[in-house]
């Protein structure tokens, strides 16, 4: 490791930093890139050619979300001050060494709390209103007339108090649902969720929810948090959510808490391997509902991203504070501002 | 026609009015028989048994929607003073003989408000969500990330502007949508919808709508009022949504819109005929969402619409004005309150 190199942990040190931006997919620059290109001298780059961007970098913009990229580049990145990861879990892109050097680390945080949630509460009305099980008498012509679940009133556990756990609590109670969350502290008085419960104790709790939402970062703490215990405690009637990260859940245990009726529903855009693997059950289980972790990814989500970086580049070059940091212990944003709600 | 045997046409003459009970579907009685039991002489008759019953009868409660099982049994109703629809649409229910005598006809006007606004968010969020599109890929076991849209901002055209439109309106705009209703009379200062154009001219008007939603009671204004002129003014991305009555749409339109892509989906709980023909093309689309005319059913609704007829009977015993009393000429509730909003 080069940290040495490292002239400052303060960025803002060159009027004109050098900036790499990893480019997503193949796809253009961003769309505001002649604004970036205005205060920086910018290298775009695969995720192959990173190694050989880095050495000058003073700043990176990583798009996308190939785990080990940039651990793998690592040793060439001599100088670098700065990363901003363009999601809002960090998980993937948190090691060992860019954890111990002075290297700030944003992220995404907020662009993709007002998406998720509204993903999260069409993943609650489909269930409560059967829209999966209707599409199921459909295909085979079966006109079949059930009594559906008034949503308002049902219970829902948000387990993840940070940005998009509290979006989802704010729009999920402004249409009826009870929210509580579960968190690293206990309280009663959040002004989003009202109860939050410790989620080290969810196995206590699960058997509260009708859903289920799991939002959180993913974490020493946070991983498996989901497990046969949790499942056990879960209604028969409830349904889990998966926006969060794969890992969050004992995936072995959920399958076979869905194929012995302990809980009635899963609806999972995140698995602890991805692309979901062809043989993986998950696919052939109608009580499934798998998508492609794109939950968050509404039509201009990278706009959004590209406004929120240029924003924090200015304060890069004018030496201010970044926005959005992340905690690199604890692998999730600093602060989570509360919005009056 | 036997109206001169009813010798008022104010209902409470009888201090204990005999009272017939539809039974539905071979279910057991309301869950308040006993109640009602105290008010009334109840004779409890399948839809087949109607005309045996009808002669004493002074009230009706018809729980079923059978069209036409009040029309054959009509020249047995020598006393009748009251007919009760456990629906919100009565449609099926009115016929001329009905329409021309001094029986009151009332109907389940509110209970339904509510499960109906959220089903159609629920087909609003599945649509702009893509979950069935993404329940497509996972039947074949493709890993396919998609950009979603965006929901608030979105924009919700409701054509029908009574209590069910309005609940629909109040819950879509708390979600963030952008809420327009179309009714017979124009305004733009209503308290729910702001702007209500007229749903005689929908094809002008469509074409604003992201969403188009069909609530409104089927009358001769309002049948075929979806024709493929307002299909052809709809853009190309939109999704219509039909919660009201099948005759609402002209159906063989429908399916050729969607056909040639000139509107993206149909998510259709209501059909010109019911149960859907096994033969009609709806069944095998996958841009229609097909479910079995339920959207208002949820689990405790016959016990709502026995509190509301139990209310009713009260005031009949009473001899005071009933709730909810229909419109025979318009077809639908006479009055719809707007709630403060």
């Known amino acids: 490791m080069e940290t040495a190199k490292r002239t400052s942990p303060h960025p803002g040190q060159s009027p004109r930093p050098r900036l790499v931006i990893q480019t997503i997919d193949g796809a253009p620059k961003p769309y505001n890139a002649a604004a970036i290109e205005d205060l920086a001298d910018v290298v775009y780059t695969t995720p192959d050619g990173l190694g050989t961007a880095l050495p000058d970098a003073d700043a990176l913009l990583l798009w996308t979300r190939f785990a080990g990229v940039l651990q793998r580049a690592w040793p060439a990145a001599h100088r670098l001050q700065w990363v901003h990861v363009a999601a809002a879990g960090v998980d993937s892109v948190l090691f060992d060494g860019l954890r111990d050097a002075p290297v700030s ?119 498996g948090v989901v497990d046969a215990r949790v499942l056990a405690a879960m209604k028969p009637s409830a349904h889990l959510i998966n926006v969060g990260r794969g890992a969050l859940v004992d995936e072995p245990a959920l399958v076979q808490a869905l194929q012995t009726d302990q809980i009635a529903a899963a609806s999972l855009d995140v698995f602890a391997t991805e692309p979901l693997p062809e043989e993986h059950p998950f696919w052939r289980m109608d009580s499934v509902h798998v998508s492609a972790h794109m939950c968050g990814d509404v039509t201009g989500w990278q706009d959004a991203v590209a406004d929120q970086f240029l924003e924090n580049l200015h304060r890069f070059v004018e030496g201010r504070e970044l926005r959005n940091p992340v905690d690199k212990e604890r692998g999730y944003a600093q602060k989570v501002p509360v919005p009056a709600s």
Do not use: C, M
């Open 105 to 223: 680390v944003t992220n995404a945080h907020g662009v993709y709390d007002a998406p998720i949630a509204e993903f999260v509460l069409g993943a609650v009305l489909a269930h409560d209103k059967q829209l999966h099980v209707s599409k199921g008498f459909q295909r085979v012509g079966e006109w079949r007339r059930r009594e559906l679940t008034r949503t308002a009133g049902q219970r829902v556990l948000i387990v993840g108090t940070g940005g998009i756990g509290r979006a989802t609590a704010r729009l999920l109670s402004a249409v009826g649902l009870e929210v509580r969350g579960a968190g690293r502290t206990e309280r009663d008085d959040d002004p989003d969720f009202g109860t939050v419960v410790p989620s080290s104790e969810l196995a206590e709790h699960a058997g509260w929810a009708d859903h289920l939402v799991l939002i959180a970062p993913l974490t020493p703490d946070t991983r």
